[in-house]
């Protein structure tokens, strides 16, 4: 299972970026896809996530800006990061679950200037 991400940055606040992660190993369609990031001396957090089905959430401090979306054809999973504030920075990693598995990649630095 290899889940590889990319499309982090620097971008400067009210920037925008999109991170996209690319599945292979995993009957992609059957897992819920998410997003986390984890800041520098902070946990590790959950910031969105998108079921098999399509149904999606968000933790409350990006509603309104971050979009998550899938492509199965693609086995791919995008986050759109709009209205970027520095305490968006971070490192974010995608995450596969389907009961009891979960695969982690890698992460993507995101960096946001004032």
């Known amino acids: 299972v290899q889940l590889q991400a990319s499309g982090g940055g620097l971008v400067q606040a009210g920037g925008s970026l999109r991170l996209s992660c690319a599945a292979s190993g995993i009957i992609f369609n059957l897992y819920t896809m998410a997003w986390y990031r984890q800041a520098q001396g902070k946990q590790r957090e959950l910031v969105a996530s998108?079921?098999?089905?399509?149904?999606?959430d968000y933790t409350d401090s990006v509603k309104g800006r971050f979009t998550i979306s899938r492509d199965n054809a693609k086995k791919t999973v995008y986050l759109q990061m709009n209205s970027l504030r520095p305490d968006d920075t971070a490192v974010y990693y995608c995450?596969?679950?389907?009961?009891?598995?979960?695969?982690w990649g890698q992460g993507t630095q995101v960096t946001v200037s004032s």
């Open positions: 998108i079921g098999s089905a399509g149904s999606t």
């Open positions: 995450k596969a679950g389907l009961a009891p598995n979960d695969y």
